[in-house]
């Protein structure tokens, strides 16, 4: 039977997780979730580990709302082109076996500019700054993950009210663990 890690960028967005399950908290930023979600895979070593990384995201595009679980994410602030002229694979795209058909793309910069929104938007759907972090990581521990992502804000000024709605997402994400995983 498959044990769950949930892996959350903070308390607020973990409020709602169902007890019993064991959460690790990483901080927000690509190097915090790295960092935070291989010491938690190390420690709990299991050959029937899954991590499941909850959080919310920004709207890259317009009318995109509710939970989605990306298929693909992106290291948006990556140069990736630069680093393959060098002669080495960025592993920029991780993709994901299960989830919807939306791309994530993840960054250390706190999206709320609606040009950077819309430059982001030529190549991923939704935008956070933890989610490509966590599956880099256990993809190379080999441990199965998904991303489960709410909508909170169109990556715009409306990203700065992010502490009036993370509630409401972290309900949401709550339900859909306690639904998916039967708990």
């Not at 960028?9 to 399950?21: D, F, K, Q, S």
């Not at 927000?28 to 979600?37: E, L, N, S, V, Y």
């Not at 910069?109 to 040009?115: E, I, K, N």
Request: include cysteine.
């Amino acid at each position: 039977m498959t044990s769950f890690l949930i892996v959350s960028a903070t308390e607020l967005e973990a409020r709602y997780v169902p007890a019993g399950l064991p959460v690790v908290v990483t901080g927000i930023g690509k190097t915090a979730a790295a960092a935070a979600t291989t010491q938690a895979l190390v420690e709990r070593a299991a050959d029937d580990l899954a991590v499941v990384n909850i959080g919310t995201a920004g709207a890259l595009r317009p009318g995109l709302t509710g939970l989605l679980t990306p298929r693909r994410v992106l290291n948006h602030d990556l140069d990736a082109d630069l680093v393959r002229a060098l002669g080495f694979d960025p592993q920029e795209l991780i993709e994901l076996p299960d989830g919807d058909d939306v791309t994530l793309a993840t960054g250390d910069r706190f999206v709320a500019d609606p040009a950077v929104r819309d430059a982001l938007a030529q190549r991923a759907d939704l935008v956070d700054m933890e989610g490509y972090a966590v599956a880099y990581a256990c993809r190379r521990l080999g441990v199965p993950v998904r991303l489960v992502k709410h909508v909170s804000d169109a990556a715009d000024e409306s990203a700065m009210d992010w502490r009036s709605v993370v509630d409401a997402s972290a309900r949401v994400l709550g339900e859909w663990l306690r639904t998916e995983l039967a708990v």
